[in-house]
């Protein structure tokens, strides 16, 4: 998030989820260069490349909120490319000098393939057996749901607020002490003029400043520390003093403010239904793992296991 608005910045999400789709994705075909009038190649290592259309189609894969941080987080992704392809070239070697034929290789290769191949399976099969109706839940099993739950639903007081923002690149103690002496007139002339006006003209955040100034109705901790001590205090309609933040000088006009309250059946149907649903699907799964193990049909011998445990010391 944008350190010059008052919000508190989203911890990024880790590049896990690109790392885990390129292993699967990438495996055969960064090994090959890009033909002629195909997709640009994006990092090479000798003859083995990862093309550009590789890499997009791993981002589009990703929820748009992760695609963002990924697509900010440029040093960690030519991270990735570089371990990528050093992990290519390492296979490539272990091919070319038949590492890969050798008996014991081969055999844990084999049984990592058909405990991935049971895993994948199975997990298909119980989801297709449990599917979930498509009206469940009902409207009533949601009210009730509702009901069960509505002391946790609680909304914490939100402040909708405006800001004119000022930055401060320069550390210096005269430089930060000059940008101070400008936000405070700032405030000054916001409390005796259209706020929106002045903050689309003077602030530095450009996109709050194309806004009037507007952040946002957000919580107090959604907001930086300094800001959020600040806005608590203040009234709709006053302006605060400017706060200073590590990225410069906020001046902030709360608009106005909602007390805490509980959250409506509206808000929370969509979190109630994928709870209920999940749920339901939790109970068929063990349902039909019930019928096809009954526990009068599953027996364990226990002298054997004993036995086969004392002889693994």
Not at 209 to 236: I, Q, T, W
């Amino acid at each position: 998030m944008n350190p010059k608005k008052p919000l508190a910045p989203a911890r990024l999400r880790t590049l896990a989820a690109l790392l885990l789709a390129a292993s699967t994705c990438l495996g055969a075909a960064a090994q090959q260069i890009a033909a002629p009038g195909g997709a640009p190649v994006v990092a090479r290592l000798g003859e083995l490349t990862v093309r550009q259309d590789e890499v997009e189609k791993l981002l589009q894969a990703l929820p748009d909120a992760e695609r963002a941080a990924v697509k900010d987080n440029r040093a960690s992704v030519e991270g990735w490319l570089r371990q990528r392809l050093l992990g290519e070239a390492l296979l490539k070697e272990a091919r070319d000098k038949g590492f890969t034929d050798r008996p014991e290789v081969k055999a844990k290769v084999d049984a990592a393939v058909r405990e991935l191949t049971a895993r994948i399976v199975t997990t298909g099969y119980l989801e297709s057996v449990s599917q979930v109706p498509a009206g469940y839940p009902s409207d009533a099993e949601l009210a009730a749901a509702y009901e069960q739950g509505k002391a946790g639903f609680n909304l914490p007081a939100t402040y909708r607020v405006a800001q004119i923002f000022l930055a401060t690149p320069d550390t210096a103690p005269a430089a930060v002490a000059k940008v101070r002496e400008e936000a405070q007139k700032l405030a000054r002339e916001a409390r005796s003029t259209d706020f929106a006006t002045l903050a689309r003209a003077k602030s530095q955040d450009k996109s709050s400043a194309e806004r009037g100034g507007e952040v946002g109705n957000l919580p107090l901790a959604r907001m930086l520390p300094e800001v959020r001590d600040a806005v608590g205090k203040l009234k709709p309609g006053q302006v605060g003093e400017p706060v200073q933040s590590a990225a410069g000088f906020h001046v902030v006009k709360l608009l106005e403010s909602q007390p805490a309250r509980t959250a409506t059946l509206d808000e929370m149907r969509p979190q109630l239904q994928a709870a209920q649903r999940q749920q339901r699907q939790q109970q068929l799964i063990q349902a039909h793992l019930a019928q096809l193990a009954p526990a009068t049909q599953l027996s364990i011998d226990a002298a054997a296991l004993d036995a086969a445990l004392r002889k693994t010391n």
